[in-house]
């Protein structure tokens, strides 16, 4: 297919999964970024309008 990008992941793309991934990906930048004048605390994902994922900040990250 023209233009189509294939992406694998090494986990099932679950929203849930989804969202923690970008959270992780984005936060590396943030940290890169920003170092410790901005940091990121939540990505949410939506499915649907009522429907989405959250990945949060925990006390471990």
Known sequence: ???HKTVI?????TAENLARLA????DAV???TYG????????RLYE???CWA???RTKLD
């Open 48 to 50: 649907t309008p009522n």
């Open 23 to 26: 959270f992780e990906r984005l």
């Open 54 to 56: 959250d990945a949060l």
């Open 9 to 13: 992941l090494d986990r099932v793309p």
């Open 36 to 43: 410790n004048h901005l940091q990121l605390e939540q990505v």
């Open 1 to 3: 297919m023209p233009g």
């Open 30 to 32: 943030y940290r890169d």
